[in-house]
């Protein structure tokens, strides 16, 4: 039977302080990029595009895949900098290409340059978000290692 001065048994998870951060990095912004995705690849249906909108579908349709893929590999291992900064870049381009699109004398629908607008401003803030917890968890860990 354990005294009651010495200290109760440490869990693994204790061990490593930025378990919950990583988990939450992991699985929480991976299931937000999943829902996004899925949004943007079935908003021509809900918000009714026209048949003359196609180059702004071919667009939403290919950032929505590559993000999709994207947030299913961060289930699959645990995800670096680098799929984040691909989601920032996507985020940019489908938040402002319904006006570069349209420059291009090309026909797009009113309703989608307000999805890919919102989608494209989620993918940019879930990005810098994971980024952020990406820099606390090596912060925190470079911090444990010198407390070491």
Known sequence: ???ATSSPPTAPALQD???LLKAARQQIIGLLLL???VTLMVAPWIAGYPD???DA???ELGIAIVVFLIALLRFARYPSARPDLFVLVAGVWLAVSPWALSAQ???VFD???VADLVIGSLYVLLSLTSLGMLWRIRTRLSRHRADA
């Open 1 to 3: 039977m354990p005294d």
């Open 17 to 19: 302080p930025t378990a």
């Open 35 to 37: 829902l996004t995705s």
């Open 52 to 54: 003359t909108a196609k």
């Open 57 to 59: 579908h071919r667009n």
């Open 105 to 107: 004398k090309t026909t």
């Open 111 to 113: 309703g989608a340059q």
